[in-house]
């Protein structure tokens, strides 16, 4: 292949995206029609966010693909592999190309575009990302999948646009950028999650008409793919951690843009086990262990450093369930929420070396004493603002019932995860591991050897599993 050329090319609008971003009009972008038609309910969104930039560079923005939270152990096969995946580099028709060009070595697919192609990603993860911005990257995927330029067209420049922005034009060529109302194209206005899934499927559909067909809508191409970042909205804006995400997601799945086998199809449970750990972790683990079946657990507080990294190193996944899991506090505000619940997140990062994106909301995403601190909205606006800072969380559909102070037998806790499981065919089963909670970790094995006589699967609830919330903003 002869690419020499593109990579010198790439390597010039990587140094062109370190240029400060562009003093626009502000003006609103224009809608774009929708594309699918089923929207998901975990896509609903906010429509309360109108800056462009998210000062607070402590949040999170989605991890890309390699970051998932759940930490796959290789010695439990019950755990899925739910990566992109990867697939050999594209290989475009070259039957117009120069026989002069140098020969280059072939790039990996992964090396189309990657994280690292971003300027100061880490540092700008939950800044959204401008329409100027964003353009520069869709050019640098479209010449990865293709080996050439965007199209520039027969377009002058609108006065908004600097005469070496050629990427621009080249959207709009291609149809996917539209000028706006005033003739500019209001390089500094964020990019929703509606548009920028219209963007990349445009982006993938041009370079290789062979993946458009007519059932697709981008929302379930770009789902199906694994490429969309779990916990986007269509309506807010896009973060620049999303952005990095869906850019090098789909560099990584070209040209396979084949499906992701996750969430499963299959019968599946999820055990989950909330609170701080203690001595009952251990028998939980040990069970889970001989069982050879992965596990969930939403830690609270200055859980067991030694539990934290058993959990990580045996495949469990591992969510953050807030510090305190003070309703009085936590639910007072949302300011207050995230001042909790990144104490956790620190705590746990500093444990096991990566910032878990699951989440459990003490109480329940839907729980009404909230309302008590911080008003009728209270869970409403948290659950947005998780959802925006890319962060996934779960309730239940099957529970213990062991929450209460109540003493239970082993038998009468299994009896009552089995009476809530109904006929579901993805069951999260709600457990605790804290202390006094010796029942449920003595009626582990019986559960376990149910859910496997009626034909489940285990897994770990992550950014790509089944979720079950109660609320969704
Ligand atoms: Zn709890």
Redesign the pocket.
């Known amino acids: 292949m002869k690419r020499l050329w593109m990579i010198l090319l790439i390597a010039g609008l990587l140094l062109g995206a370190a240029a400060p971003a562009f003093a626009g009009t502000g003006l609103p972008v224009v809608g774009i029609p929708s594309l699918w038609t089923n929207h998901h309910t975990a896509f609903a969104g906010t429509d309360s966010i109108t800056t462009t930039e998210d000062a607070d560079t402590k949040t999170v923005a989605p991890p890309a693909p390699a970051a998932q939270s759940a930490a796959p152990s290789p010695s439990s096969p019950a755990l899925e592999d739910s990566s992109i995946q990867t697939a050999p580099a594209a290989q475009p028709d070259h039957a117009g190309s120069s026989p002069s060009e140098a020969v280059a070595e072939e790039k990996p697919a992964e090396a189309i575009f990657s994280a690292s192609s971003i300027p100061a990603l880490d540092q700008r993860q939950s800044f959204y990302i401008d329409r100027g911005e964003f353009s520069r990257y869709l050019a640098q995927l479209y010449e990865g999948l293709t080996g050439h330029p965007l199209p520039t067209g027969s377009l002058t420049y609108p006065d908004d646009v600097p005469a070496d922005r050629a990427d621009i034009l080249g959207l709009c060529a291609l149809g996917l950028w539209e000028v706006q109302a005033d003739g500019t194209f209001a390089l500094n206005s964020t990019v929703t999650g509606e548009e920028a899934a219209h963007l990349v499927y445009g982006i993938i559909t041009t370079a290789d008409p062979m993946q458009k067909k007519d059932s697709d809508t981008a929302l379930a191409f770009l789902q199906q793919c694994g490429i969309w970042p779990n916990g986007l909205s269509l309506t807010t804006p896009l973060t620049l951690g999303q952005a990095a995400a869906m850019l090098c997601a789909t560099a990584k799945a070209a040209p396979d843009y084949a499906p992701v086998p996750s969430p499963p199809t299959g019968k599946t449970v999820y055990l989950t086990f ?2 701080g750990t203690s001595a009952n972790t251990v028998t939980i683990l040990d069970t889970l262990k001989a069982y050879g079946v992965p596990a969930t657990f ?1 830690v ?1 507080g200055q859980a067991d450093p030694a539990l934290l990294q058993r959990m990580q190193a045996e495949g469990h996944a591992i969510g953050n ?1 807030t510090a305190s ?1 003070d309703y009085a506090k936590i639910y007072q505000s949302v300011e207050a929420f995230f001042e909790d619940f990144q104490q956790e997140e620190d705590y746990l990062a500093s444990v096991l070396g990566y910032r878990p994106t699951i989440v459990r909301l ?1 109480g329940g995403s839907n729980n009404t004493v909230s309302k008590k601190y911080g008003g009728d909205t209270i869970m409403k606006e948290i659950t947005a603002e998780l959802l925006r800072r890319g962060y996934v969380y779960t309730d239940w559909n099957s529970e213990a019932k062991d929450a209460s102070g109540k003493s239970m037998t082993p038998e009468q806790i299994q009896q009552a995860v089995f009476s809530t499981v109904g006929n579901r065919d993805q069951v999260i089963v709600l457990m ?1 591991q804290n202390q006094g909670k010796e029942s449920t970790a003595a009626a582990l094995p019986g559960i376990i050897e149910e859910f496997q006589a009626r034909g489940y699967q285990f897994d770990v609830i992550s950014d790509h599993s089944y979720l079950h919330p109660f609320l969704t903003p």
Request: aromatic share 12%; no cysteine.
């Open positions: 909330d609170d939403f609270t369930h899991h003490p605790h």
